[in-house]
């Protein structure tokens, strides 16, 4: 699925997901807390972490709507960094 | 009154008259655009007269209520200018509203017709018993066909004490109350707040609140008296907040401190640029001067206006650019042509630098709550001098400037995202959680989030969930904590010191 760096930044921003409750990849991120300013947050942290850069299409609420679209998004920039 | 030679703010000027004024004055400029297009103010004009003769058809009065909860589009602002001319009541509601609240509001505000998003008429119905509700796709259908063969009702008779909008903010109590809004105190509000800001025909204003909010709805009106460009923005994401402002070369950013730190935090993803912003005006809550300062940085040229207010007079004071330097902790001086100052427990005026309640008089203060004469009573009370003062229950103090100094408040009021609340609001909620014996909410303060603590059999991640249910976003708290018993002081109510050391002990 994902590594664990990713869930580990992205639980601070879902207070409505118990720390024993699973993340799944379907798991809806504005169902579990996620609002306006921890979107931006967590934008401005996955780029620092993972030294990526979100393109502008990439800048909308689908993008951050589940944790599975997110991680996808997120690993299509590694790839292309790396390759 | 701050002694600016200006020519004075109208008391007895109607809702509608600024629009058709900026019509006669500008009929070819940009009066409002939203996510799908932009009208003239001779479009938008010609779309609130077609409103007009759509209530009219469907047998709305003078004095009848008219709900929408609606994203604010360019069709609730020929909505809310219609319904002015028509002589009848907006009641714009959020779009976060929950059920909960909502039935609440139908049930006090007893509106006329309601008006929602197509796909919430049978949610709405559900709730809203007798009263016709209509989906925006149709009745918006109905408004342009009237438009299209210029049906122009006979001009309704509108004074400037009848009401415009009733404003639901949440009050001390449980339920949302509503503030009064007639037409004369809305214009003399817009234009005093005008003559500080100093709108002009070429400022574009980037507006990312909701017209439902007063802060969001006087911007229309204070866009139309300065024959500016309105930009609704608040269906969009806010991931494009930056993008966007450049784009519509917005040079107005009304903000709040969480959206201020949301622009900054964008910012900080990209170099500096020109922008065409020219100033960023806050309210809700104090701006840190970090998140003031990187405003600037990002946006060069740019100025931060401090204001200070709420919906029982709109606003209280705006703290001009110039005095920044000389004042810096000043929430600003009261708006031209009104009063305020602290006052001591018998209404007195205290002295420069004297903490009391603050107290506002002047045209703007508006007559009441809807409904709500005992809440009414205790706010609004007669000024010695003749009109009404209003108690704001904010404490604070003036200088020998006469600047205000915002220092508290004396009940359970705060502002959490720039949106007012109480705790109590939010314990009804969480009491209304199965499972939950009984709540309390601790309100935010510099190093500690919004939080509640319950007591009962449930988990505090469901809980949250729970109160997301029924509480607008803003209103629901970060944190939740559910204890064994909730600590009390010794006459019985909440210790909230007692729980802020229970938050402290926890997250350490």
Not at chain 1, 14 to 30: G, R, Y
Not at chain 2, 334 to 360: K, N, Y
Not at chain 2, 365 to 393: D, I, K, S
Not at chain 2, 400 to 409: I, K, M, N, Q, T
Request: glycine content about 8%; overall charge negative; some cysteine.
């Amino acid at each position: 699925m994902w590594d664990d760096r990713f869930e580990q930044i992205l639980r601070p921003f879902l207070p409505f997901l118990p720390p024993q409750e699973e993340l799944t990849p379907e798991s809806d991120l504005k169902d579990l807390g996620l609002d306006s300013l921890g979107t931006v947050q967590l934008l401005g942290t996955l780029e620092e972490d993972y030294q990526v850069r979100f393109r502008d299409s990439a800048l909308t609420m689908d993008t951050f709507r589940t944790a599975g679209v997110l991680w996808d998004t997120l690993r299509g920039m590694l790839q292309s960094t790396a390759g | 009154m701050n002694g600016q030679p200006t020519v004075p703010a109208r008391t007895d000027a109607r809702v509608h008259d600024l629009l058709d004024e900026a019509t006669a004055e500008r009929p070819d400029a940009w009066a409002v655009s939203d996510g799908t297009g932009r009208w003239t103010y001779r479009e938008l004009a010609a779309h609130s007269h077609a409103v007009d003769a759509w209530l009219r058809a469907a047998g709305v009065g003078h004095g009848d209520r008219v709900l929408v909860q609606l994203p604010s589009t360019r069709e609730l602002v020929a909505l809310l200018y219609g319904t002015a001319r028509r002589g009848a009541v907006l009641v714009p509601v959020n779009t976060g509203m929950k059920d909960y609240h909502l039935r609440a509001v139908v049930e006090n505000a007893e509106p006329a017709l309601i008006v929602v998003t197509d796909p919430a008429v049978e949610r709405i119905g559900a709730l809203a018993g007798e009263v016709p509700v209509r989906g925006l796709g149709p009745a918006w259908e109905e408004i342009t066909a009237l438009g299209g063969r210029e049906v122009r009702p006979p001009e309704a008779q509108v004074d400037a004490d009848d009401i415009a909008v009733l404003v639901y903010t949440s009050g001390s109590t449980a339920a949302p109350k509503a503030v009064i809004c007639p037409h004369g105190r809305m214009v003399f509000a817009t234009e005093a707040i005008g003559l500080e800001l100093g709108y002009r025909p070429d400022d574009v204003v980037f507006c990312r609140f909701p017209i439902s909010w007063d802060y969001g709805l006087y911007k229309v009106l204070l866009t139309a008296a300065g024959r500016s460009e309105l930009v609704l923005a608040d269906g969009e994401s806010d991931l494009v907040l930056l993008r966007r402002i450049r784009e519509t070369g917005a040079t107005i950013v009304p903000i709040v401190p969480s959206l201020a730190t949301m622009i900054c935090a964008l910012a900080a993803r990209e170099p500096a640029r020109e922008s065409r912003v020219r100033l960023f005006t806050n309210t809700g809550a104090a701006l840190p001067k970090s998140t003031a300062d990187a405003l600037r940085a990002a946006f060069p040229g740019a100025e931060v206006v401090v204001q200070f207010g709420q919906t029982e007079c709109k606003r209280v004071s705006v703290l001009p650019p110039a005095f920044q330097d000389a004042k810096p902790h000043s929430v600003g001086r009261p708006l031209p042509g009104t009063r305020a100052f602290a006052v001591d427990d018998e209404g007195r005026p205290l002295p420069p630098w004297q903490t009391g309640e603050i107290v506002v008089e002047g045209p703007h203060v508006m007559p009441g709550y809807w409904r709500a004469p005992e809440q009414t009573a205790r706010a609004f009370r007669p000024a010695p001098g003749g009109g009404l003062r209003l108690h704001t229950g904010d404490f604070g103090h003036v200088d020998e400037d006469g600047f205000l100094y915002y220092e508290g408040r004396r009940d359970d009021m705060f502002k959490h995202k720039g949106v007012r609340m109480s705790t109590t609001e939010i314990e009804a909620a969480a009491t209304d959680v199965p499972g939950v014996r009984a709540a309390a909410v601790l309100p935010p303060a510099e190093d500690r989030p919004l939080a509640v603590f319950a007591e009962g059999d449930i988990d505090p991640h469901t809980l949250l969930k729970e109160l997301s249910l029924r509480l607008e976003p803003a209103k629901v708290p970060a944190v939740s904590r559910v204890v064994d018993e909730l600590p009390l002081t010794p006459h019985g109510k909440h210790d909230r010191k007692a729980l802020a050391r229970l938050l402290e002990g926890a997250t350490a």
